[in-house]
């Protein structure tokens, strides 16, 4: 038999917009040369996929799946063709992320494969990434479209000139198709345009205008001079998450991350179509395309776990992972019949299984145990996610 867990070391992704301070803050994760430390994946995505402590050393995870796909996989080897349906990360965001959105699965396998199924500036791979974000510290976000008419509302204060005809369209189109419209009108607005735009927003912001979602605005405008995606907050529900609370976001959501620390689990996927606040390439038609101009309503955003065998569940609309909270607990009883991974947030934790074997983790640390381990037991003193 396979070991029943096995520790993870998780490679840190150093992009721009990361903290310096908030990973060592809370989990102790060492920053000598004072990267931005944005983000710490812990799965087998060929992007950035975690090493194992083995008995015979330091392995690859894609490596011990490729393996033993049934014995690590259990239940979903066959629907996966032996890759961890899931990635799992830390993220910790000092400036805002770009505004994006992530296609479906239709769209993503067309996509990969009009780039002769090799990664590119749209697909990086042939997956949906659905992804579910957990708050560690407040945690600002703008997630879906705002109701048609309250974007129309925000644009009529905005009164940019560049937008007065499209913005008449909209109002006379208060419906997906309309947004789709005035939204494509705003990506495609020339650099003059755009200059006029967001010399508009800075004079409405000084003059109070949009009070309720000026720290979005000013930290947009800060972070991004000049880029179209400062208007974000007028169009898209701005929240931000208290510690503890969760938000799933569906494929076609067009959404931004601005600031704060969370735990992020998705499809294992790196697809990402942007629409701003980013210097990268933007494929207007493409992100247009796999977008769903619906309106949001305001409070489906946070999500509503239940309680069930310990643990605080999240309902997951999508098969490819499920999420779970635990707090404190003595030798509670988990089992499993497929991949998963507990990652401790806060404490430490001791995981231990009938023949003998036991491992402790701080927070910060994780583990992955293979479907074959069936049953194990877990003590802990704080906090940790389980995902499987």
Not at 92 to 105: C, I
Not at 127 to 135: C, G, I, M, R, Y
Not at 271 to 295: H, M, Q, S, W, Y
Request: charged letters at 20%.
């Amino acid at each position: 038999m396979s070991q029943p867990f096995y520790r993870m070391r998780n490679g840190i992704k150093n992009y721009a917009w990361g903290s310096r301070v908030a990973l060592n803050h809370l989990f102790g994760l060492l920053n000598p040369d004072d990267q931005p430390q944005a983000e710490v994946w812990m799965g087998s995505h060929p992007a950035g996929c975690s090493e194992i402590e083995t008995d015979t050393g330091l392995r690859s995870l894609q490596d011990l799946i490729s393996q033993r796909p049934a014995e690590m996989l259990g239940a979903c080897a066959g629907e996966t063709a032996g890759q961890l349906p899931y990635l799992l990360k830390l993220l910790s965001a000092e400036r805002a992320l770009s505004l994006q959105v992530h296609p479906n699965k239709r769209q993503a396998e067309e996509g990969f494969a009009r780039q002769g199924n090799l990664p590119g500036e749209d697909y990086t791979d042939a997956n949906h990434k659905p992804e579910l974000v957990f708050a560690l510290t407040p945690f600002m976000a703008m997630n879906g479209f705002r109701p048609y008419q309250e974007i129309a509302n925000h644009f009529l204060r905005l009164d940019a000139p560049a937008l007065t005809s499209a913005l008449s369209l909209f109002r006379n189109n208060l419906h997906a198709e309309g947004l789709k419209a005035f939204f494509t009108r705003l990506m495609a607005l020339e650099p003059a345009e755009k200059e006029g735009v967001l010399t508009c927003l800075e004079a409405r912001l000084a003059c109070g205008v949009f009070a309720p979602v000026a720290p979005f605005i000013e930290r947009l405008l800060r972070d991004y001079p000049g880029d179209i995606g400062a208007l974000a907050p007028l169009y898209l529900h701005c929240i931000t998450l208290a510690p503890g609370e969760a938000m799933f976001l569906r494929a076609g959501t067009l959404h931004a991350y601005v600031n704060g620390t969370a735990v992020e689990v998705m499809a294992s996927s790196d697809n990402v179509l942007r629409a701003g606040l980013t210097p990268k390439n933007i494929n207007v038609a493409e992100l247009v395309r796999c977008t769903v101009f619906d309106e949001t309503p305001a409070d489906r955003l946070r999500m509503h776990p239940h309680r069930e065998e310990g643990m605080q569940q999240y309902p997951i609309p999508v098969t490819d992972f499920r999420f779970s909270v635990i707090e404190h607990c003595e030798q509670q009883s988990i089992g499993t019949d497929r991949a998963q991974i507990l990652l401790v947030l806060k404490g430490s934790a001791t995981l231990s299984h009938a023949e003998g074997a036991t491992m402790t983790l701080n927070a910060g640390q994780s583990a992955f145990i293979p479907a074959v381990t069936t049953l194990w037991t877990l003590t802990q003193r704080g906090q940790s996610c389980l995902v499987s």
